[in-house]
């Protein structure tokens, strides 16, 4: 006997796509007309700045559009879409409902009279994970009858995959989403990702795999046309198939294995069942993380350009949201500026549990919890702090001129124009377009 369903179905058609893929995982007969349900896409990164790649980063339109018209069907009204989408400053309002309006929320609300909401301009609510953990969930997904987690199937350069319960990470405050990185090993990432749906209503899962992404979570990473949908009443049993459908072992995911041995479950997908395609017949690998050298000590790109005399460390679990947003954005200027000559032996420390090296002769703590960390520290020879939470992007600069790192400043500073540089890897690719991002008429 199986104790869970797993539907995987093959997008190919409007609507109907979705519906069979909720149908064979169960329908959604349980949700009643008077119910609240709160919808939880996946939109990691915006910006108005630039076009810039959503495929495999944000969960489509499409997707939502066809959840939204399938929950109407059963009569439900009292329906909200909600995200806390990544950004730079914490009190900008303006780039989530950019965020909202382009990817057709706002004809939603127009059509249906649902609702849509940025988690940060309403309350949160402090609930205890036990065991000393304690997360901020935003007040109206707790207070919901039914979430509908909408992520998108990716791969995730610190939890190895990002689905459905990673995605419920986008329903806790900036501190609790800061607290999650801690540098305590019975408290890390992972520890806190596999409790993320506890405290939640139940959750329906549909993984949006229309587009997939390697190395994600974000727009640097690489997109492929997948066409997979896989839906359940059991978050867990999905992220399970979708791990293994990104070529990853759940077994090997340490945030999946945790979740499971909490809910007393084997990670060999032995007690759910597969309705539709088979998993084997549509496995992708999808790498997850970037290559660094064997030192650690620059990505292997850098690596192989003969760029020396500067130390930027892989990333580890303690580097929260904020400052990885601004570390591919560093590494490209560092690359950019390299003339062939090597610096005056640079290292650049980020997170919140790197330590110095010997044999350099300036350190650069990149961001508060670096500094925090090493502000006594007498092994380092020259400091170099840059303060912010996260770091703003004009004391980077000045931070790597002081070490002898000429950037130019215009790469860093424009930060939030990078993005639109990344459009060229799919420009003229027919299965990369932005209609499946737009709300039909």
Request: contains cysteine; proline residues 7%; aromatic residues 8%.
């Amino acid at each position: 006997m199986y104790n869970h369903t797993v539907s995987l179905v093959k997008y190919s058609e409007p609507l109907e796509s979705v519906r069979q893929a909720v149908d064979m995982a169960g329908g959604l007969g349980r949700i009643k007309p008077g119910d609240k349900v709160f919808i939880k896409p996946n939109i990691v990164f915006w910006t108005d700045k630039v076009p810039f790649p959503k495929w495999g980063v944000i969960t489509t339109s499409r997707v939502m559009q066809d959840m939204v018209a399938l929950l109407i069907e059963q009569g439900v009204r009292d329906i909200t879409i909600c995200e806390g989408v990544v950004l730079g400053r914490a009190k900008d309002h303006d780039t989530p409902r950019h965020a909202f309006k382009t990817l057709g929320y706002d004809a939603l609300v127009a059509r249906h009279g649902i609702k849509v909401i940025n988690t940060f301009e309403h309350p949160f609510k402090e609930v205890d994970l036990g065991e000393g953990m304690k997360l901020s969930y935003a007040a109206d997904a707790l207070e919901s009858d039914y979430i509908v987690d909408l992520p998108v199937m990716k791969t995730h350069a610190q939890t190895m995959v990002s689905l459905g319960i990673k995605n419920l990470k986008g329903l806790i405050d900036i501190n609790s989403r800061k607290r999650c990185h801690n540098p305590d090993p019975a408290l890390d990432l992972h520890n806190w990702v596999a409790r993320l749906a506890d405290p939640l209503p139940p959750v329906f899962c549909v993984i949006d795999g229309i587009f997939t992404s390697e190395r994600g979570p974000g727009f640097d990473g690489k997109m492929h046309r997948s066409d997979l949908l896989a839906a359940s009443w059991d978050v867990l049993s999905a992220d399970l198939v979708g791990a293994r459908l990104l070529g990853h072992d759940p077994a090997q995911v340490p945030y999946l294995t945790m979740a499971a041995e909490r809910a007393g479950r084997p990670t060999d997908l032995s007690d759910l069942e597969v309705k539709g395609l088979k998993i084997e017949d549509h496995a992708k690998p999808h790498a997850w993380t970037f290559p660094y050298n064997e030192e650690g000590s620059l990505p292997v790109g850098m690596d192989k350009m003969g760029i020396s005399g500067v130390s930027f460390y892989k990333y580890d679990n303690t580097m929260c949201t904020y400052c990885s947003g601004i570390n591919g954005v560093v590494l490209s200027a560092i690359a950019m500026a390299w003339q062939g000559e090597p610096w005056p032996k640079v290292e650049v420390l980020t997170g919140k549990m790197m330590q110095p090296r010997p044999g350099h002769e300036s350190t650069i703590l990149l961001g508060k919890c670096m500094y925090q960390a090493h502000k006594d520290n007498p092994d380092i020879k020259n400091m170099i702090p840059v303060k912010g939470c996260p770091p703003k992007p004009d004391q980077i600069v000045d931070a790597l001129h002081k070490a002898g790192v000429m950037v130019d400043p215009n790469i860093i500073l424009n930060i939030e124009k990078l993005p639109g540089s990344f459009m060229k890897r799919y420009k003229d690719k027919p299965e990369f377009d932005e209609k499946l991002f737009q709300v039909e008429d």
